[in-house]
C-alpha cells in the first residue's frame, strides 16, 4: 500500500499525559499536513511542511503541540500535558508541490483524552 | 461567520436519485476546490477537484464552480447505497485546505 499511514490508529490517555503520533506520507510528496477533526466537523488545518520545514502553523496549535519531520519524510505530532478537549481525529495528509496541491489524507489517529 | 459553510444534513435520498450537494464560502482567493467523502470513523478520500470556475465531471460526479456567487455544488447521478458518507467541500488557496463541516448523505435501498 503507497498511502497515506498513521499509527496509532487509537489512543486512549489520562489527562496530562503525553502522546506522539507518526505520519509516513505518499514517498514522493515533498508536503505533509496535520489537521484535527471533532465530532461533526470538517478537519481544521494545523500545520504544514515543506520538506523537514515546518512552513506555517495554526493558532489552533497551542504550545503543548509540537511537530516535526525531521529528515523530510515521517512526522510526528505531539501532544504534552493533553486536555480532555484534545480529544478529536488527527489527521495527516501529504501533497506534491505544484501537483494541484491535491492532499491525500491517511485514516487518522483517534485520540481520547480521559 | 465560517469561511466555508455547507448544510450538515442529513440528506437522505432513495437509491437512484440525483444528490446535489452544495458549499459557499467567503474568501475571494480560494482557486482550487475539492470534494472529499469521509466515511465513518475514516480519513477523507479525494473524489474530485476543479480549478477557478465551470464544471468537471468524473464518471456519476460532477462538479461545479461559480466564483461570481462564491458557490461551489456537487452532483451525483444514480445515487447508491454505496454513497451513503460524509460529502466536504475543501476550497484550497495554495496551502492548507479549508474545510466546510460536511453533509452526511444517506442513500436508501
Known amino acids: 500500500d503507497t498511502g497515506v499511514s498513521q499509527d496509532p490508529r487509537h489512543k486512549i490517555t489520562k489527562r496530562g499525559q503525553n502522546v506522539t503520533f507518526r505520519c509516513d506520507p505518499i514517498?514522493?510528496?515533498?508536503?505533509l499536513y496535520w489537521y484535527r477533526q471533532t465530532l461533526g466537523q470538517g478537519p481544521e488545518f494545523l500545520t504544514y511542511f515543506q520538506n523537514e520545514a515546518q512552513l506555517e502553523k495554526s493558532r489552533l496549535l497551542s504550545d503543548r503541540f509540537s511537530a516535526e519531520r525531521p529528515k523530510g519524510s515521517f512526522s510526528t505530532l505531539e501532544i504534552q500535558r493533553t486536555e480532555q478537549g484534545d480529544s478529536a481525529m488527527y489527521l495527516c495528509a501529504s501533497s506534491l508541490v505544484g501537483a494541484s496541491e491535491t492532499q491525500y489524507f491517511g485514516p487518522g489517529t483517534r485520540l481520547l483524552v480521559l | 461567520q465560517k469561511e466555508v459553510e455547507q448544510d450538515p444534513g442529513p440528506l437522505s435520498v432513495p437509491e437512484g436519485a440525483i444528490v446535489s450537494l452544495n458549499c459557499t464560502y467567503s474568501?475571494?482567493?480560494?482557486?482550487?476546490f475539492m470534494w472529499y467523502r469521509q466515511y465513518s470513523r475514516k480519513g477523507p478520500e479525494l473524489l474530485m477537484y476543479t480549478y477557478s470556475s465551470g464544471n468537471k465531471e468524473d464518471g456519476r460526479f460532477t462538479a461545479q464552480v461559480d466564483k461570481s456567487s462564491k458557490y461551489i455544488s456537487l452532483f451525483i447521478r444514480d445515487s447508491q447505497p454505496s454513497d451513503s458518507a460524509t460529502y466536504l467541500c475543501?476550497?484550497?488557496?495554495?496551502?492548507?485546505?479549508?474545510f466546510g463541516g460536511g453533509t452526511r448523505l444517506m442513500v436508501k435501498p
Open positions: 475543501a476550497p484550497n488557496a495554495g496551502n492548507m485546505l479549508t
Open positions: 474568501n475571494s482567493a480560494f482557486q482550487y
Open positions: 514517498s514522493e510528496h515533498n508536503r
